[in-house]
């Protein structure tokens, strides 16, 4: 079984194109634009073993929100199409990573319903670098979780450095996806009492 997926994005402030493998070995390839978020999503990419291919052309001369913003809704809908019906699957994970300071906890459930519940220390640094605002994590979360439809709790109880504070999510993000997209031996249907995810 190959669980791939691709989702094509364009519209009058951005083109986007991605593709994931999730049983892969965590090559990336991506390129948006903005350097952070290309940092973030090679992250998600090597540290959930999913092959990531993305390639953005946005409206930069404006700011980088269309373009990280439309990046995350094709890459939440290539995940959902990668998963297929979802049969064998574990479903549910969680995993926690410090970075340094900080410290990331999520958990999922990848149960065809979105809803995201995220916290940040407050006070954070308004900017990473010249290009990421860093309000844009919630936003990147929102965004992928309504085109993956899962169920996704993001919590950094502490840390200081902005970038490590990112960081960190995105690196417990893809790990918790990982646990929860991999097949399960002692699954052979949708584990779901509904029959369904």
Known sequence: MTR??????????TSVAVEIGLDGTGTVDVSTGVGFYDHMLDQLGRHGLFDLTVKTDGDLHIDSHHTIEDTSLALGAAFRQALGDKRGIVRFANASVPLDESLAQVTVDLSGRPYLVHSEPEGMAPMIGADYDTTMTRHILESFVAQAQIALHVHVPYGRNAHHIVECQFKALARALRYASEIDPRQTGIPSTKGAL
Do not use: V, Y
């Open 4 to 13: 791939t997926g691709r989702a094509e994005r364009t519209t009058k402030e």
